[in-house]
T-cell receptor, first 117, second 109 residues
Framework: GAGVSQSPSNKVTEKGKDVELRCDPI?????LYWYRQSLGQGLEFLIY????????KSGLPSDRFSAERTGGSVSTLTIQRTQQEDSAVYLC???????????????FGPGTRLLVL | RKEVEQDPGPFNVPEGATVAFNCTYS??????FFWYRQDCRKEPKLLMS???SGNEDGRFTAQLNRASQYISLLIRDSKLSDSATYLC??????????FGAGTRLFVKA
């Protein structure tokens, strides 16, 4: 079956521009996560969506970052006024239920590699 | 102190060797634990969950020590294909998932 997909796979932008990153989770998965991974670093949690509940935005690094999830499915991560330090791989993951329950697996998309010049 | 800490390595081992990684976590309320594997420039994929009683999957054995707040991963009879970064993952209940920075493993012929 189809896995998690993300688009674009690569994005090069100029400092100060806005970018939108898209994530299509696995159909039926209620939980959706966004992470950021800088070169050679671990995954940094950004935001989490569960069903129709209010998202947990505690990991967003600044107010330039926002995300939404429409209809409980597709999610978009928006970075406004991009900075060079935003350059990273942005990974989306989904799980059937929140990972804390029943040792649920997170399935990752291939990521979007963002480069801010 | 980081919530989840791992030795970054790299661990360089010959084929057939046994290698072990540890990961420590700071939140005693953590409830679920995982090892993920990440190949170079690829997304992470679940290697195995870690259960309280310890669990084994082929050449891989995972253990949890709640008293000392660490989990471990043991790889026996290492293969070239085991070369990757191994991510320790801890969940404090519900949704909040914390990934360690990973331990790099290189298996040499």
């Amino acid at each position: 079956g189809a896995g998690v997909s993300q688009s674009p796979s690569n994005k090069v932008t100029e400092k100060g521009k806005d970018v939108e990153l898209r994530c299509d989770p696995i159909s039926g998965h209620t939980a959706l996560y966004w992470y950021r991974q800088s070169l050679g670093q671990g995954l940094e949690f950004l935001i989490y969506f569960q069903g129709n509940s209010a998202p947990d935005k505690s990991g967003l690094p600044s107010d330039r970052f926002s995300a939404e999830r429409t209809g409980g499915s597709v999610s978009t991560l928006t970075i406004q006024r991009t900075q060079q330090e935003d350059s990273a791989v942005y990974l989306c993951a989904s799980s059937l239920v929140p990972s804390g329950f029943l040792q649920e697996t997170q399935y990752f998309g291939p990521g979007t590699r963002l480069l801010v010049l | 102190r980081k919530e989840v800490e791992q030795d970054p390595g790299p661990f360089n081992v010959p084929e057939g060797a046994t290698v072990a990684f540890n990961c420590t976590y700071s939140n005693s309320a953590s409830q679920s634990f995982f090892w993920y594997r990440q190949d170079c420039r690829k997304e992470p994929k679940l290697l195995m969950s870690v259960y309280s009683s310890g669990n084994e999957d082929g050449r891989f054995t995972a253990q949890l020590n709640r008293a000392s707040q660490y989990i471990s991963l043991l790889i026996r009879d290492s293969k070239l294909s085991d070369s990757a970064t191994y991510l320790c993952v801890v969940n404090t209940g519900g949704f909040k998932t914390i990934f360690g920075a990973g331990t790099r493993l290189f298996v040499k012929a």
